[in-house]
């Protein structure tokens, strides 16, 4: 189902997770940084409504999203750490490079995750154009910020 005919932060909290005593890694690529300012937002204050302690949450930055994979692995690596949300943009520009960079991440955080046996979420907008971005970043299709902290609490849950 496309974004546009649902919002990114709709979700139901039936049977969430308890995850006072988790403890989160938040990459934040500096890409698109009002993009990911806002996905961070999303994704901190889901975390707290949903039990997080906020020093139980842990934000890291990384330069751009092709930087998420390797910045993911030094947290996933950590014991201490039980889930990993990776928040970043990546919009089309003139040439090849966006397809580079999105298949690199998409690849390499999901490998990061089997690695380490723990969730990595792939938290990164991928759009055309800035607008489509803002709309997925606290717009009319809600916040892929949250949508990604939800993730990680129903993988702790599995
Ligand atoms: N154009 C975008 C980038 N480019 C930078 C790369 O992510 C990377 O930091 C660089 O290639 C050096 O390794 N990054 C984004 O996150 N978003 C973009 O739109
Ligand atoms: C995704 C990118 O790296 C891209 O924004 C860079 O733009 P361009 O492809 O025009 O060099």
Same mark, same amino acid.
């Given at each position: 189902?496309?974004?546009?005919?649902?919002?990114?932060?709709?979700?139901?909290?039936?049977?969430?997770?308890?995850?006072?005593?988790?403890?989160?890694?938040?990459?934040?690529?500096?890409?698109?940084?009002?993009?990911?300012?806002?996905?961070? #937002?999303?994704?901190?204050?889901?975390?707290? +409504?949903?039990? $997080?302690?906020? %020093?139980? =949450?842990?934000?890291?930055?990384?330069? *751009? #999203?092709?930087?998420?994979?390797?910045?993911? +692995?030094?947290? $996933?690596?950590? %014991?201490? =750490?039980?889930?990993?949300?990776?928040? *970043?943009?990546?919009?089309?520009?003139?040439?090849?490079?966006?397809?580079?960079?999105?298949?690199?991440?998409?690849?390499?955080?999901?490998?990061?995750?089997?690695?380490?046996?723990?969730?990595?979420?792939?938290?990164?907008?991928?759009?055309?154009?800035?607008?489509?971005?803002?709309?997925?970043?606290?717009?009319?299709?809600?916040?892929?910020?949250?949508?990604?902290?939800?993730?990680?609490?129903?993988?702790?849950?599995?």
């Amino acid at each position: 189902m496309a974004t546009s005919l649902k919002s990114l932060s709709e979700h139901s909290s039936k049977n969430i997770l308890d995850i006072s005593s988790k403890k989160f890694g938040i990459i934040v690529s500096e890409w698109n940084e009002e993009v990911t300012e806002a996905l961070y #937002s999303g994704a901190y204050e889901t975390l707290k +409504q949903h039990g $997080a302690k906020s %020093e139980n =949450i842990i934000r890291k930055n990384v330069p *751009g #999203s092709f930087e998420l994979t390797l910045a993911s +692995q030094w947290l $996933a690596q950590l %014991e201490e =750490i039980d889930a990993v949300i990776c928040l *970043g943009c990546v919009i089309q520009g003139e040439t090849k490079h966006f397809d580079f960079i999105c298949d690199a991440v998409a690849h390499g955080i999901t490998n990061v995750g089997l690695k380490y046996n723990k969730p990595v979420i792939f938290g990164v907008l991928t759009p055309d154009t800035q607008q489509q971005a803002l709309d997925r970043a606290g717009g009319k299709h809600g916040n892929k910020g949250d949508e990604a902290a939800i993730t990680a609490i129903k993988m702790l849950g599995f």
